[in-house]
C-alpha cells in the first residue's frame, strides 16, 4: 500500500530535549516536506526536499532541522524544542511537486 | 510567500446542496493544489489544478491563474464531505503556500 507514514504519532516533551520525528514514504517519490498546522494558520512549510541531499528552507524553518540521506526518509530534528513549537505536524510526498501525499500527523506538545 | 484568501469561513449545508469555495491568491502561480482535511485530521489531496477545470465525482475545480484564483464546486454534498477544505497555490520557488482553510459542516 503506498504511503507515508509517521512517527511518533503522539508526542510530549519538555522544554530543550532533543527529539526527531521520523517520516517514511515507499512511493519513491523525490519531493518531500514538512509542515506545522496551528488553529486558524492553516498549514506552513517548514522545510522540503527535493532529492536525497537536497533540502531547503519553507516559511518557518526557525528551531528546526532536517536530512534527506536516503530518498525513503526525511526526517524532523528538534534540537532545542520549544513551547511555541507545540502542533501539529505533517509529513508529505510527491514525485515532484504536483499531487502531495500526506502522513497521518504528529501531534507534538512541549511543556 | 503567496497570499492566500479562502472563503468563506464557515459554510453549513444540508445534504444534497451544492457550494462553491474560492481561493484568491496574490501571486502569479505554477502550481495549486485542494486539499481535504476530514474531522479526525487525514489529509486528502482533492485536485492538483494550476490552470483549466477538472472533475472527479460529486467535487471540481476550475483554476483562473491569470485572474489569480481557483473555485472548489462540491455538488449534492454529503455528511462525508464535511470536514476543512484547504487551497494550496505554489510559484517556481517548490513551495505550497496554504489558505486558513474553509470549514464545510454538512448536516443530515
Known amino acids: 500500500e503506498a504511503q507515508v507514514t509517521q512517527n511518533p504519532r503522539y508526542l510530549i516533551t519538555v522544554t530543550g530535549k532533543k527529539l526527531t520525528v521520523t517520516c517514511s514514504q515507499n512511493m519513491n517519490h523525490e519531493y518531500m516536506s514538512w509542515y506545522r498546522q496551528d488553529p486558524g494558520l492553516g498549514l506552513r512549510q517548514i522545510y522540503y526536499s527535493m532529492n536525497v541531499e537536497v533540502t531547503d528552507k519553507g516559511d518557518v524553518p526557525e528551531g528546526y532541522k532536517v536530512s534527506r540521506k536516503e530518498k525513503r526518509n526525511f526526517p524532523l530534528i528538534l534540537e532545542s524544542p520549544s513551547p511555541n513549537q507545540t502542533s501539529l505536524y505533517f509529513c508529505?510526498?510527491?514525485?515532484?511537486?504536483?499531487?502531495?501525499?500526506f502522513g497521518p500527523g504528529t501531534r507534538l506538545t512541549v511543556l | 510567500g503567496i497570499q492566500v484568501e479562502q472563503s468563506p469561513p464557515d459554510l453549513i449545508l444540508q445534504e444534497g446542496a451544492n457550494s462553491t469555495l474560492r481561493c484568491n491568491f496574490s501571486?502569479?502561480?505554477?502550481?495549486l493544489q485542494w486539499f481535504h482535511q476530514n474531522p479526525w485530521g487525514q489529509l486528502i489531496n482533492l485536485f492538483y489544478i494550476p490552470s483549466g477545470t477538472k472533475q472527479n465525482g460529486r467535487l471540481s475545480a476550475t483554476t483562473v491563474a491569470t485572474e489569480r484564483y481557483s473555485l472548489l464546486y462540491i455538488s449534492s454534498s454529503q455528511t462525508t464531505d464535511s470536514g476543512v477544505y484547504f487551497c494550496a497555490p505554489g510559484g517556481w520557488d517548490y513551495k505550497l503556500s496554504f489558505g486558513a482553510g474553509t470549514t464545510v459542516t454538512v448536516r443530515a
Open positions: 501571486d502569479s502561480v505554477n502550481n
Open positions: 508529505a510526498s510527491s514525485i515532484t511537486l504536483n499531487e502531495q501525499f
